[in-house]
């Protein structure tokens, strides 16, 4: 396990199980109180199902999949849904190993590096060099990813980070407000990948109870602010805030303890749906994506 603290928040990651988030607590704004944000990974649950993890080189689903092939399939970095579609990219449970590290009282930071296997040697994949870092205030996490591009060719992908959040033990989502910036609903196929914008209609743009929700949804910004996908407890004055993607995909677990808010780059299918926005690294550049969680006053 990894420690990242302040004097007012930590952070816990477990870097040799793929970099899963195990704890986040920030400061609140209001009373000074510590709520914890973050459902963390704990053993037995399904690798997925709780904490957070990097969804790179791409993201959610992908098909057809230009690496579904050897080295990278089949592998333990392999995963596919249950209609048998490739989930998640391959990064997810790669191990970390720490290259630069500082803590101090208002602001701490971690970066990591990515141990890439062996078998994918000699690969495009191996010349894109992954830094992953994480920078801890108080009130806010920033997740910092730094893509080097080592190769003489362009390379497209997709990025996004799985967290699920809650608001402190006690809190079923079922208590809890989804907000956002205003978002258009991509529809998705019986394949759960995109076919289309529903652009006829604003969403996540005002309060909207979870009380009873099932979602498994995918949203792209609408407007010229910075987008956000937030929730709040009428029980509470602040509001925690998610933002670094312009789209997002929502999803609420059965035993409603928690909500994965996942902040992207790009949708899945990022390389055949029209709407995608893949990312582009130039050759020999450097590409850097950045994310927050932010507890602010309500």
């Excluded at 208002?106 to 994949?125: C, Y």
């Excluded at 498994?216 to 998610?242: A, H, R, T």
């Excluded at 808010?261 to 299918?269: A, D, H, Q, R, V």
């Amino acid at each position: 396990m990894h420690q990242l603290k302040t004097k007012f928040s930590r952070f816990e990651t477990e870097p040799t199980g793929g970099g899963q988030w195990l704890h986040l607590s920030l400061l609140s704004p209001v009373d000074g109180s510590s709520v914890s944000v973050v459902a963390g990974h704990k053993p037995p649950d399904p690798f997925f199902a709780s904490g957070s993890f990097l969804m790179f080189p791409w993201v959610n689903r992908l098909e057809p999949n230009p690496w579904a092939r050897e080295p990278f399939y089949p592998s333990t970095h392999w995963l596919t849904d249950g209609n048998g579609i490739p989930l998640h990219g391959l990064f997810h449970n790669l191990p970390r190993t720490v290259s630069e590290e500082k803590q101090g009282e208002n602001e701490s930071f971690v970066s990591f590096s990515m141990e890439i296997p062996k078998a994918w040697e000699g690969t495009l994949l191996s010349k894109i060099e992954v830094k992953e870092t994480y920078q801890l205030f108080p009130s806010e996490l920033k997740i910092i990813y730094e893509l080097g591009n080592t190769s003489d060719v362009e390379f497209p992908f997709a990025l996004g980070i799985h967290p699920y959040f809650r608001w402190n033990e006690e809190e079923s989502i079922d208590d809890l407000f989804l907000i956002g910036s205003g978002f258009h609903q991509i529809k998705l196929g019986d394949y759960l990948l995109p076919e289309r914008v529903l652009d006829d209609e604003l969403l996540l743009h005002g309060e909207i109870p979870l009380m009873g929700k099932n979602l498994d949804d995918l949203y792209v910004s609408k407007g010229n602010e910075i987008p956000y996908i937030g929730l709040f407890s009428m029980n509470k004055k602040e509001k925690l805030l998610i933002s670094g993607g312009n789209f997002y995909q929502v999803y609420t677990p059965q035993d409603r303890r928690s909500i994965a808010i996942e902040p992207m780059t790009s949708t899945g299918n990022f390389l055949h749906f029209p709407g995608a926005n893949p990312n582009m690294i130039a050759p020999h550049s450097v590409k850097r994506i950045q994310f927050s969680i932010r507890l602010d006053q309500f």
